[in-house]
């Protein structure tokens, strides 16, 4: 089918509830991460031509990303008979191909994918050799019984386990880093010293069985192989362009593997050192509500970054932000601190939010509000303010104009309703604070009370005289 660029959240559903496999693609035209996943994408479309493959530029259509919590990019979603079964964030081809090879139904559950498809995602210079290693293991196991997983007995597959995982950062290599036996082992050794990362390596010159069995355990056929943290990042093809495309140093990152590549020697229990640990949380504690964002307000470089900008703003709140894409080394420190592995973050009074769209549900929901009253953010005086003028009638009251919990305050919504006149309501029962807080702010003792454009006009005496001498319409909409 090939890939289809999609431009509204109707055309999205309507191809999801056909129940075919659905995989969506969300990519930015400035992320150069996007842009190599998007070419691994559409020869997986040519690849799997039954399935769908959809394309949604993510800051050009924010219904769409909002919809799906995309966050940041390259991000996938895939769907089966019409619902949602996994997602995958980030540059990982391989990674990528087992996915789609999974939902397509080529592969079982805990299985890698088909080689060829993994060939698709490493590049035209190994696709071949892929696709001829796809014939022969094909042709094998149509002939011979149904094998254990990955093709090793269990007692070799143990050995491949701890070998890949000997090392967060392990290269399987003919020859040694020293002595490499082939140029593009060499390269792969020249990569990961160019990454400032200490790695393992193991001689599958020097072995048979290993070098015979991993191949069947990665679903890969080639070396030099790749893993970190035990996963399979790829040959020297990916290798190279994850390198050039600066997208290595972030899945090193992803999988908590610091710029030594090791998860130890380091001075508290986020994996950083202390020195970015101290410097993170400097950032995080200048300012009482701090953004870390792509841009700044005024140039924001997402549009996951101005909505909360935007946010911010209508919450009328002062607030410091920092720029990600400018410093590295924070962008990637601060996705371990926080144990968040996205942007923007926002923090207030120290503490982690969370990013976009937890930002707007909260607003949406006056959880933003509660939480920003409770840090000393916004007063109580500015609270009441915001209030009063969040409609231009609105109504203090005990209970809501469907529920009234009194008799003055069921007589003031009758008036309202009987001269058509459209308010906003505030149940005064559901919050201490505001209750006494209005008290004082007014000068008004008791409830109900009518505010029109944020002034008061008074309680349920006043108003029930204004609507007994016809001027109660005119009141509100002078």
Not at 192 to 220: C, H, M, P, T
């Amino acid at each position: 089918m090939g890939v289809k660029d999609v431009n509204s959240k109707q055309e999205v559903d309507e191809i999801v509830k056909q129940g075919s496999a659905v995989i969506i693609h969300f990519w930015a035209s400035w992320c150069e991460a996007s842009k190599h996943m998007d070419q691994v994408f559409s020869h997986l479309s040519t690849d799997f031509s039954h399935a769908h493959f959809l394309r949604v530029e993510a800051e050009e259509q924010p219904e769409i990303s909002e919809a799906f919590s995309v966050s940041a990019v390259p991000f996938f979603v895939f769907f089966k008979d019409g619902k949602k079964v996994e997602t995958l964030e980030g540059a990982y081809p391989s990674e990528l191909a087992n996915k789609v090879a999974k939902l397509v139904g080529s592969i079982q559950s805990g299985e890698p994918a088909e080689p060829a498809s993994l060939g698709m995602a490493a590049g035209p210079s190994v696709l071949e050799a892929i696709q001829d290693f796809a014939k022969v293991d094909n042709s094998s196991q149509a002939s011979t019984q149904p094998q254990k997983t990955s093709g090793v007995t269990d007692g070799l597959k143990e050995r491949l386990e701890k070998l890949t995982r000997s090392h967060p950062i392990m290269l399987f290599m003919k020859g040694t880093p020293e002595e490499p036996q082939c140029g593009f082992s060499k390269k792969v050794v020249e990569i990961l010293k160019a990454e400032n990362v200490k790695f393992g390596s193991f001689d599958i010159l020097s072995d048979n069985e290993v070098r015979e069995g991993l191949k069947k355990f990665s679903n890969w056929p080639t070396y030099p192989q790749l893993y970190c943290k035990g996963e399979l990042i790829g040959g020297s093809d990916i290798v190279i362009a994850m390198h050039e495309g600066g997208e290595l140093k972030q899945a090193f990152s992803d999988h908590g593997v610091g710029n030594d590549g090791q998860n130890g020697g380091v001075t508290n229990s986020t994996g950083l050192s202390s020195a970015l640990t101290s410097r993170l949380e400097s950032l995080i504690n200048s300012s009482p509500v701090m953004l870390f964002m792509k841009g700044n307000p005024d140039e924001p470089k997402c549009g996951f970054s101005r909505k909360v900008v935007e946010i911010l703003r209508e919450e009328k709140v002062n607030f410091k932000t920092f720029d990600i894409l400018s410093d590295e080394e924070v962008r990637q420190g601060l996705k371990f601190y926080s144990n968040w592995s996205s942007y923007p973050q926002l923090y207030i009074k120290s503490e982690l939010i969370g990013g976009s769209d937890i930002v707007l549900e909260m607003q949406k929901s006056g959880e933003l509000e509660k939480i920003l009253i409770e840090k000393g953010i916004i007063s109580l005086e500015e609270r009441l303010k915001k209030l009063v003028n969040s409609t231009p009638v609105m109504l203090f009251m005990k209970g809501t104009p469907n529920s009234p919990k009194c008799g003055f305050s069921s007589k003031v919504v009758n008036a309202l309703n009987e001269d058509g006149i459209k308010f906003g309501s505030f149940d005064i029962l559901s919050d201490e604070e505001v209750r006494q807080g209005l008290k004082t702010f007014s000068n008004w003792p008791t409830f109900p009370q009518l505010y029109y454009k944020g002034e008061l006009i008074g309680g349920c005496d006043i108003i029930m005289e204004l609507k007994s001498n016809g001027e109660l319409e005119s009141t509100l909409s002078e």
